[in-house]
């Protein structure tokens, strides 16, 4: 799989908006047909969804979809092609939506004449049960390419209350990020053998892009083990396609290690030649 | 109300030593680790055969000395090799498994030898290693699958290879793993070993007991490490400080006094009106628990450690 480090989310109907995300040259774009757009706004953005795809593959740039939901039923006919690099689909939060959701991708594919399973799909998690049941749902099914940390949507679904919600806004949340739980998840990508996307510590909420924030956002992520973000940001791209690469002190780090191998622990030099051999893949 | 748990292993320091290395054993010998591992995993697959031959003397040597002496194999040990080190003098088997069926055959096969050696069965303990994210998740299955399992370890190292990162000292990268082996490990009544993260900042042999320290505040109870020093240190990091021994035994005394007059939670004298509850007074238990663990290993041992609040005290060996 192709490196994830920025995924630039723009509204399906935009034409400036995809215009102006293309020249950032992020490393996926993703039509939005959910929350960036009104939902009055919806219908034709589905009936032109096939024109903006065939635009962006003749640009050579890999796109995602971003549809409603699992049960999104016109945003799955409108977006299903051979042409997308796969969906992104929010509100996941159990291994049974993943499968239900593997199974109707299935009839749209057969109807279209399309390789069944070739429409890949990243689990945008951002509740408290996606977070919860991730393991299950990125093993739920072969579509499963990425698993994504919905950090700002989660927060609402842990905070509940409407009083609770405008101190979440903003580059900084003011709840704390329990990193126990957050740095659960790229534990359960590695397991299931997908990348973990997401940013701890900032929501990149628009208007509120704040760089130098976002640079230790995106480096402490990477620590965590995310692999790449998704943003609504065109200036975000270049800093997430930055910020997810290895280090350049923990290239050296690991390059020292590696010339030394006698002065560490076999995984000692494991850890290091992985990282060397990241830092190169991407 | 619950009582206190006695802690029957003390497993502070586990030197690692290649079972060939006289040098290096007899300065185990001379160490003050509470236990050896004979590292017959980590030699080339031509010196293992003399590896595994090595360990019955090798253990003989420093049992008598009350080390509590581990073997580390791998998966490609055969089982008439391991049979060698089926006997008293080895308390425990130290292996990286990742999965319940790694485990139960390890177990089956550890019974297999114990009763052809005429030793009881379940007498060798595993001490486990998880290398593996999978792993991780998995691991009340994977304790669930042998109860000879004693105690618990992760390779951060592995982990951190295998999640494509390097660890560094900025954040706890490994925080979950760490938080779900000591919570499994106390689900199941075994011990935890692993050293906690402290930040950046703190380097050389204060970042080893710092975070033998932190270690143990978060649960664990031990570690390897490769260096009699390094033994040292650990025993020191996982090791309660007089002070936090003071405020536990004051703890107990006036719970358990509050609690003969009927009283749920008290005032500990001296502390500015503390109040004090019966959780604190289980905690309280453990650590003084913990304490005496130390204190008879350490006399099984002939030496006392140093005190990390007071003056240091000399460590040797008889």
């Known amino acids: 799989m192709a490196a994830l480090r ?3 989310n723009v509204p399906a109907d935009d034409d400036v908006a995809i215009d102006r995300a293309t020249a950032a040259s992020p490393d996926a774009i993703v039509l939005d047909l959910g929350w960036s757009l009104h939902p009055s706004r919806r219908a034709a953005a589905r009936t032109r969804l096939p024109g903006r795809i065939a635009r962006l593959a003749a640009r050579v740039t890999p796109t995602y979809v971003r549809v409603g939901g699992s049960d999104a039923t016109d945003d799955l006919n409108a977006a299903v092609s051979g042409s997308i690099a796969g969906l ?3 509100g996941v939060a159990s291994a049974g939506t993943m499968r239900t959701l593997d199974a109707q991708l299935t009839d749209i594919e057969r109807e279209r004449g399309l390789p069944a399973g070739s429409t890949q799909v990243i689990a945008l998690l951002d509740t408290g049960p996606g977070l919860w049941w991730a393991r299950e749902i990125a093993q739920a099914s072969q579509r499963v390419s990425a698993v994504v ?15 609770e919600i405008p101190y979440f806004t903003g580059p900084m949340p003011r709840f704390g990020a329990p990193t126990y739980n957050l740095s659960r998840l790229p534990f359960v990508a590695t397991a299931a053998g997908v990348p973990a996307l997401g940013l701890l510590a900032t929501t990149v909420a628009p208007g509120h892009l704040d760089k130098g924030h976002l640079g230790e956002a995106v480096r402490l992520a ?6 790449g973000a998704l943003t609504t940001h065109d200036d975000a791209v270049a800093i997430c396609q930055t910020g997810f690469e290895v280090p350049d002190d923990v290239v050296e780090r690991a390059r020292s290690v590696v010339m030394a191998p006698e002065r560490y622990s076999p995984s000692g030099v494991r850890q290091a030649r992985a990282a060397i051999a990241a830092a190169r893949r991407w | 109300m619950k009582g206190a748990t006695k802690y029957y292993l003390v497993r502070r320091s586990k030197l690692v030593v290649s079972p060939l290395d006289d040098p290096a054993l007899a300065a185990a010998a001379a160490s003050a680790a509470d236990a050896v591992v004979l590292d017959v995993a980590g030699l080339a697959s031509t010196n293992r055969a003399a590896g595994l031959a090595a360990v019955p003397a ?3 040597m420093l049992s008598r000395l009350g080390i509590d002496v581990l073997v580390k194999v791998d998966g490609a040990v055969a089982e008439e090799s391991l049979e060698e080190c089926i006997r008293p003098e ?8 990742n999965t319940p069926e790694e485990v139960t055959a390890l177990d089956r096969l550890l019974t297999r030898l114990e009763v052809r050696r005429g030793q009881n069965p379940f007498s060798t303990g595993i001490d486990l290693i998880l290398t593996s994210a999978n792993a991780v998740l998995d691991v009340q299955a994977i304790l669930a699958s042998a109860w000879r399992i004693c105690s618990l370890n992760i390779d951060e190292e592995s982990l951190a290879a295998e999640m494509g990162v390097m660890l560094g000292d900025r954040v706890d990268q490994l925080e979950f793993a760490r938080g779900r082996i000591i919570i499994a490990a106390s689900l199941f009544g075994i011990q935890s070993h692993g050293l906690g993260f402290v930040k950046g900042g703190v380097s050389g042999t204060e970042t080893l007991r710092a975070r033998a320290a932190m270690g143990l505040k978060f649960g664990h109870k031990g570690a390897f490490c490769s260096s009699p020093e390094e033994a040292r240190l650990l025993n020191e990091g996982y090791s309660f400080t007089s002070e936090e021994i003071d405020h536990a035994q004051a703890v107990k005394d006036a719970m358990e006094d509050g609690l003969r007059r009927g009283i749920g939670a008290v005032a500990l004298p001296g502390a500015g009106g503390a109040m004090v509850d019966i959780i604190m007074l289980t905690t309280s238990r453990g650590v003084l628990s913990w304490v005496d663990a130390v204190r008879e290993k350490e006399e099984q041992r002939g030496y006392s450690s140093a005190n990390r609040a007071g003056s240091p005290v000399a460590v040797g060996v008889e």
């Open chain 1, 88 to 90: 992104i689909v929010p």
């Open chain 1, 6 to 8: 920025a995924l630039l």
């Open chain 2, 90 to 97: 080895v308390r425990a088997i130290v292996a990286e498994l």
């Open chain 2, 58 to 60: 090798a253990a003989q």
């Open chain 1, 222 to 227: 990477w620590e965590f083990g995310f692999k």
């Open chain 1, 149 to 163: 940390l919905g950090m700002g949507d989660l927060a609402f679904d842990v905070l509940g209350t409407s009083e």
